[in-house]
């Protein structure tokens, strides 16, 4: 009989334990379903921070440029490697260009000094009358000279594609010279140069300017020229002298862009250097009248100190328009990465796809600033 009631006692307490186990295991269910609830929760949560913040970045090609060294026995410069350099002429009439090959609107340019350019048409034809009579090529240089009526910086450049046609055709050292295209110049704002000759010159400016190029695409740049009065020589009521332009710079790129090229393109103005033994040769060929304008080191520092001067106080306004005008035609956002403070041109829509909070929309300063690339659609 003790053993019967032992056996169910024994049967009791098994029950019991079963009973506790699956209060026990369904009480585990919960406690795990609650814990995943949780992680779940949180792995959505940091997907919503770490996951929005995902962005596909491809750098500007400004951002790719590097610079080399180049050389010849005139001069030496830095230039963005894979661009192309072309040099000529000689003495103080010395030229250099050099360009992008993906675009040649992307480019440097330098000439120390063009000359002469002519005071009016009655001069010209007076020029013309002289080599008629004369017969031969001497008088050619004066005869089949541009007439420069509007004697400013801004009238030099907009007669540009006249005077180097001219240059091309009555300087053998410059005939196979390709010049840049700048036609459609129109200025946008002007500031004094520190040029050596200023002093001296009839006008002697820094321009901002957009123009179309020979590829037919819109520019924009910076351009200085001094222009300076050679004297005056009346005939018949005619004034026969000319105008000499000295400090011939530009530095320029694609529409728009000039904001992500300047940088790069001040560096390559502001490294040019003349060789001694040029600058000598130079010096000993020309006359005591020219003597001032042969510190050739000296003239492209101060037309590089010119264009920084000019940047640094430029009209905003301007860049601001341009660039938001650049962005809605092209298709794109632009933004700025809170972290590093870079700027990206984003794909149309980034923002109402974006969940993250590193990227945000650019106030309108930052329009002036450069940008470091695209931000392109992931998958897209």
Known sequence: MED???????????????????????????????IGVVLIIVVGVLLGVNGGDKVKIVKSEVQEITLEDYSTEVFSMKIPKGWTVQSGGQGIYYAIRVTDPKDENNQVFLMLKIQPLLKSLNAKKQWQSYAALAGG?????????????????????????????????????????????FNNFTKLEESESQASLKSVAMDSKVLRATFTGSNSQEG???????????????????????????????????????????????????????????????????????????????????????????????SKTYDIMSQKQ????????????????????AYNGFTDDYSGNRYKSVTDDMYTKSTSGYIEKIGG
């Open 137 to 181: 090529t001497q008088y050619n240089v004066f005869s089949k000279a541009v007439v420069l009526e509007n004697p400013t910086t801004e009238g030099f450049f907009q007669v540009f594609g006249n005077v180097t046609s001219y240059l091309n055709s009555v300087e053998p050292t410059l005939a196979s010279f390709k010049y840049p295209t």
């Open 4 to 34: 019967k009631n032992k056996k169910k006692i024994d049967n009791k307490k098994n029950d019991e334990i079963v009973v506790n186990f699956k209060l026990d295991k369904k009480k585990l269910l919960y406690i795990l379903g609650g």
């Open 220 to 314: 924009e740049g910076l351009f200085l020229a001094t222009v300076v009065n050679f004297g005056n020589s009346s005939q018949m009521g005619v004034d026969m002298s000319y105008y000499m332009i000295y400090d011939i710079t530009a530095i320029t790129s694609k529409k728009d862009e000039f904001i992500n090229y300047q940088d790069i393109l001040m560096k390559c103005v502001n490294s040019i250097e003349f060789t001694d033994s040029y600058v000598k040769k130079t010096i000993d060929d020309s006359n005591a009248q020219t003597q001032q304008s042969l510190q050739i080191n000296a003239q492209v520092q101060a037309a590089f100190d010119s264009y920084m001067s000019a940047w640094d106080n430029r």
């Open 326 to 345: 650049s962005d809605a035609t092209l298709g794109y956002e632009r933004v700025y990465d809170t972290d590093t403070g870079e700027i990206y041109k």
